[in-house]
Each structure stands twice: as structure tokens, then as C-alpha cells.
T-cell receptor
Framework: AQKITQTQPGMFVQEKEAVTLDCTYD???????LFWYKQPSSGEMIFLIY??????QNATEGRYSLNFQKARKSANLVISASQLGDSAMYFC?????????????FGGGTRLMVKP | DTAVSQTPKYLVTQMGNDKSIKCEQN?????MYWYKQDSKKFLKIMFS???????INETVPNRFSPKSPDKAHLNLHINSLELGDSAVYFC?????????????FGPGTRLTVL
């Protein structure tokens, strides 16, 4: 079974509107972390936001927020007030446990396209 | 200041050749990684090193040999390159004991094997 699933290969959003990118995960480890990265067409990986499994509140970073629903094992990324520069690939990733080498397991990504 | 740097950015070579990609981080992190991103954009861990010691090798062919001369450097040497090795290779680093273990990625090296 896939550990990280992103079901939306591509999405369009109108500039200035909000958009939600879906991510579900699968782990039996009680301690894990969830990450979102942005990869623009230039190719670099840009860290956006992090949610720890024990965090009580949903993470927020500027226009990015993470809708963490632990019972559903989902960690959706919400981008408010979309901008043209938000057009990029977005990857959800998970780190399991504290001593598993801290490797990240990535989902397949969602390509977001912001329309003017 | 560049946090995680990789050289070269682009690498084009013939099948059967041996090549190396270098990675350096100036963040003082104790853990470094190599990831491979294939043509479908799928990212997969290859290696993880903590304080110069290998802690993960994710079923990577032994033609790939990472070398960590110190905890700020993790180089990737690839022998007998194959067409399927064509991909973007990302180096990353993090601090093992930090609360979120955010991984900082290098700019990537696009390897094309002809």
C-alpha cells in the first residue's frame, strides 16, 4: 500500500481564490511528521509547512495552512488567496518515527495551475 | 548564502561511464540524504547518512556509492551508468534531533545518460 497518496494529479484555481490539495497517509507509527514541499518549474524543492502527529493545532505559515485530520489520516494543504507564482508541483511527504533515518516518503505530487 | 549546494547542475554522459555528484551543506546539520526524482516527478529516498555513517540504503544498486568525508559533505558516485539512471538527483540535509526535522534540499542535478 502506498504510504502517501495525492489523488489530484493536476488542479486549476482562479487567482485570488483558495485551493485545497489533498494528501492521505498510511502509518502505524504513533510518531510521525507530515510535510508539504513546493517545486516550481525551476526545479528546486521549497519547504512550505510541517505538522507533527502530536501537534494539537493545525499548522499555519502565512497563506499556507494544513488541515490535519488524524482519524482520517489526511493532511490537506490549503493555499489562500492564490497567486500566479503558486503555479508549481506540490508534494506531500511523511517522516515516520524518530529513528528511522528521518527519511521522507513522498506522494506522487499535484500540479497546481493558477489562472489569471 | 547557499544552504545546500550540488555540483554539477547538469550532467550529460554516455552509458557505461562513471560519474560523481558533489553535495555540501553549510547549515551544521548532522544528517544528509540523496533522493532520486524520475521523469514522472516521483521522489524516492536513496541514502541517508548521519554523522558520516550510512543509516539507510533503500535497495539502490551497488553501482551507486555514497561517500561522506565529513558531516558537511555527501557525494554520490555512480559506476557503469545506465539509461535508467537518467533522473534529477537531490541532496538534502536536516538535524536529526530537531523537532520537525525539516529537510533542506539542494537545487538538484539533472543527469542524462545517452
Amino acid at each position: 500500500a502506498q504510504k502517501i497518496t495525492q489523488t489530484q494529479p493536476g488542479m486549476f484555481v482562479q487567482e485570488k481564490e483558495a485551493v485545497t490539495l489533498d494528501c492521505t497517509y498510511d502509518t502505524s507509527d504513533p510518531s510521525y511528521g507530515l510535510f508539504w514541499y513546493k517545486q516550481p518549474s525551476s526545479g528546486e524543492m521549497i519547504f512550505l509547512i510541517y505538522q507533527g502527529s502530536y501537534d494539537q493545532q493545525n499548522a499555519t505559515e502565512g497563506r499556507y495552512s494544513l488541515n490535519f485530520q488524524k482519524a482520517r489520516k489526511s493532511a490537506n494543504l490549503v493555499i489562500s488567496a492564490s497567486q500566479l507564482g503558486d503555479s508549481a508541483m506540490y508534494f506531500c511527504a511523511m517522516r515516520e518515527g524518530r529513528n528511522a533515518g528521518n527519511m521522507l516518503t513522498f506522494g506522487g505530487g499535484t500540479r497546481l495551475m493558477v489562472k489569471p | 548564502d547557499t544552504a545546500v549546494s550540488q555540483t554539477p547542475k547538469y550532467l550529460v554522459t554516455q552509458m557505461g561511464n562513471d560519474k560523481s555528484i558533489k553535495c555540501e551543506q553549510n547549515l551544521g546539520h548532522d544528517t544528509m540524504y540523496w533522493y532520486k526524482q524520475d521523469s514522472k516527478k516521483f521522489l524516492k529516498i536513496m541514502f541517508s547518512y548521519n554523522n558520516k555513517e550510512l543509516i539507510i540504503n533503500e535497495t539502490v544498486p551497488n553501482r551507486f556509492s555514497p561517500k561522506s568525508p565529513d558531516k558537511a559533505h555527501l557525494n554520490l558516485h555512480i559506476n557503469s551508468l545506465e539509461l535508467g539512471d537518467s533522473a534529477v538527483y537531490f541532496c538534502a540535509s536536516s538535524e536529526m534531533t530537531s523537532a520537525d526535522n525539516e529537510q533542506f534540499f539542494g537545487p538538484g542535478t539533472r543527469l542524462t545518460v545517452l
